[in-house]
């Protein structure tokens, strides 16, 4: 079993996010308690994938079109921890 952490702030960007969003988060968590990342990398709909640049170490899973969950993997403990959950911009600048 993984263990997941939480941010601090997490907690007041759930209580904003869509419902389809948030079901798709606890499912997103099921699936790491469970089997860890490498289970999420099994489903194809979670796209989950290595961040590269500033985000370098850490990981992306789509929880639908437009919300990302950003995560870390600690390697040595079977620990995830859930940094951020966001709206991804698409738009370029």
Do not use: C
Not at 2 to 13: F, G, N
Not at 14 to 27: A, G, I, M, S, T
Not at 70 to 77: P, R
Not at 82 to 87: E, F
């Amino acid at each position: 079993m993984w263990e997941i952490y939480e941010h601090r702030r997490l907690a007041r960007i759930l209580e904003r996010l869509p419902e389809p969003v948030l079901k798709r988060y606890e499912k997103w968590k099921d699936i790491i308690r469970i089997s860890g990342p490498q289970g999420l990398r099994r489903i194809k709909g979670f796209h989950d994938e290595a961040l590269r640049g500033e985000w370098k170490g850490h990981r992306s899973s789509r929880l639908g079109l437009q919300y990302r969950v950003i995560y870390q993997v600690e390697a040595d403990e079977v620990i995830v921890y859930v940094l951020d959950l966001n709206a991804h911009d698409y738009r370029r600048k």
